[in-house]
């Protein structure tokens, strides 16, 4: 029987991107039935709320979702939707493989994955500000929290992440030097986590020191992982290793649910125009069948977006090209084999 997921075409390039990846899942026979649902600035609109029950519905019967980009408002208007779908289905493991594609970058054969912690840290949102003499906004503090469950099954996750797709080195990338209650949790559970697997090389080292290294030299490094606001600076500073971040695919992971997005965001300057490259949330929907044991299927589109970016004569307009998102859809499918 086919897998039903639910699919969130999102706001801004969303439906766009979304429209060239549904495409390529079912020119690659993906078993999959598609429940199509609002979420983000689309849903206010058509429905009056962000994230609507009938969505939430849709996520809690079908367990799986493909999202597109959602718009959230800086600074005021409603809190980032992205946040709330990871929280309320508690998606903890952001998986984010980075791998070259396109050659003639500053590195060829990268591969590595990137495994952030979702759920804790700065984005749990306890934040406000502090009026001094009439100044309301006079500072403001934001708390970072920990949790040794969080950190023992985010490291747990990393190793058997790693285990799984043979995978020999797990670096904990932290700041335990000088936040040493919330860092110093983080790596005190890693590092008893490491222990359970023998197998599996393991370091740990300063965030600001791993960036600098995985600038200068990302053969050294294979999986990492690492807490919320680190994960997500430096899954965007490894997307860039690779060609940016419209190449990024991520798969936000629970024990029961799990969510295949495009990093990349809604994109409003260029959105409506046919021109965004659906790369990001065409690889985020091969992780998907990869998820619900369709890897072959999973391992074609791959093969077919890689065959097609080689090439080199069907770019989109951020990577130099004048090809529109339907015409680039349309060489992956063509290039299925
Ligand atoms: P963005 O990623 O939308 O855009 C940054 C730049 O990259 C823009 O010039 C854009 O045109 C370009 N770009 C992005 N994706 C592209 C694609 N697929 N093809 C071609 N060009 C692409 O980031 P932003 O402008 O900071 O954010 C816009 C909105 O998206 C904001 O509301 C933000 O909150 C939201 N956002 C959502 C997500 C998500 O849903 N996961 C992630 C990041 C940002």
């Known amino acids: ?24 899942l079912r020119a690659a026979g993906a078993d999959l039935e598609y429940d199509e649902q609002l979420a983000g600035v689309a849903a206010l609109e058509r429905r009056g709320n962000p994230l609507p029950d009938e969505t939430l519905d849709s996520i809690r019967r079908n367990h799986v979702v493909l999202k597109g980009p959602l718009t959230t408002p800086s600074g005021s208007g409603f809190r980032s939707i992205n ?41 749990v949102g306890v934040e406000h500000f502090i009026g001094v003499e009439g100044d309301p906004r006079a500072a403001a503090e934001s708390v970072m929290i920990i949790t040794r469950f969080g950190a023992d099954r985010i490291s747990r996750y990393a190793f058997e992440h790693a285990k799984r797709l043979g995978r020999k080195k797990v670096t904990l990338a932290h700041k335990a030097n000088i936040l040493k209650c919330t860092q110093g949790l983080f790596l005190e559970a890693a590092h008893n986590v490491a222990q359970e697997y023998p ?19 990302p053969s050294r490094f294979d999986v990492l ?14 997307a860039g290793l690779v ?30 125009k046919g021109i965004a490259n659906p790369t990001s949330l065409i690889l985020s929907a091969a992780m998907l069948l990869d998820h619900v ?10 093969e077919a977006v890689e065959r097609v970016l080689r090439t080199g004569s ?5 990577t130099g090209g004048d090809a529109g998102t339907r015409a680039f859809a349309s060489a992956v499918v063509r290039a299925l084999d």
């Not at 606001?229 to 965007?236: A, P, Q, V, Y």
């Open 1 to 24: 029987m086919s897998k039903t997921i639910t699919v969130i075409p999102g706001d801004g390039i969303g439906p766009e991107v979304t429209e060239a990846t549904l495409s390529v």
């Open 83 to 123: 946040v709330a779908i990871r929280k309320e289905f508690d998606l903890y493991a952001n998986v984010r493989p980075v791998r070259t594609i396109v050659p003639g970058g500053r590195y060829e054969d990268i591969d590595l994955i990137l495994i952030r912690e979702n759920t804790e840290g700065l984005y």
């Open 199 to 217: 197998g599996i090389e393991w370091e740990d080292r300063i965030i600001d020191a791993t960036a600098m290294q995985l600038v200068l030299d």
């Open 225 to 238: 992982v690492m807490e919320n606001m680190f994960g997500d600076i430096l899954s965007d500073l490894m």
């Open 243 to 272: 060609g940016g971040l419209g190449f990024a695919p991520a798969g936000n992971v629970g024990d029961e649910y799990a969510m295949f997005e495009a990093v990349h965001g809604s994109a409003p300057d260029i959105a409506g």
């Open 293 to 302: 044991d369709q890897r072959e299927a999973g391992d074609r589109i791959r």
């Open 314 to 318: 069907m770019r989109t307009a951020d």
